[in-house]
């Protein structure tokens, strides 16, 4: 398994433009940045990538985690890891919010895993969703993809743009060969990481630019 931890700076210290939720913009300060990679077919079989992330007042800095399996015998593992961190989110950093875009295939797909690997875990019992992408319809009254969402808010990637049936397929293979993933190249596992940490990093700088960008059309 894959274990990284990532830091990005966070040049913005006052936050004007953040979404405001119930008269309250400051709820990414008590917030997770969640999304997942994953494999469905007819039911969810594995999480390729956790990504998550908070940010830290004290350092200006968006801390990232991330899990990505090498092997169907890390499912379990990956699971256990994905507890932990809600956990320690919840009871060491008092977090109480997880923000997605359409997170709710997400929330499906661990709630689901966790249930079936006897986890007794699920996000929704301890963490209210704040999900963009119905925030953005709510505002728009028309539906949008992240990648569009992005270009909208002047996000430019790093990383280039991965489909999700690639990803699928890719998890696919990793399910079904023990050694699959130790012959994919070095640059791939780099770029479904950096893909993922850009994601996450995406509902960060989406959140708390929200109202420079998104305005009601009046």
Known sequence: MIIKESTLKIEESDFPYSLDINGRSDLFKNSIFFDLEHYVYKKPICIGVFGAAYYDEESSELKVTQYMMENKHEL???LKLSKQYFLDMKNKFGKEYIVTF???NDFIVIDYL???YKLNYILGDYFEGIDLQ???EQVKKKSI???ALECECDIVRESEVISGSTLAKTFGKIMKDDNYF???PEEKKEKILLYNMQDVASLFYIYTNWNKYIRDEE
């Open 182 to 184: 130790s012959r994919m």
């Open 145 to 147: 993809g992240l990648k």
């Open 114 to 116: 966790l249930k079936k």
């Open 102 to 104: 359409s997170g709710n």
């Open 134 to 136: 119905k925030k953005y």
């Open 76 to 78: 379990e593992e990956i």
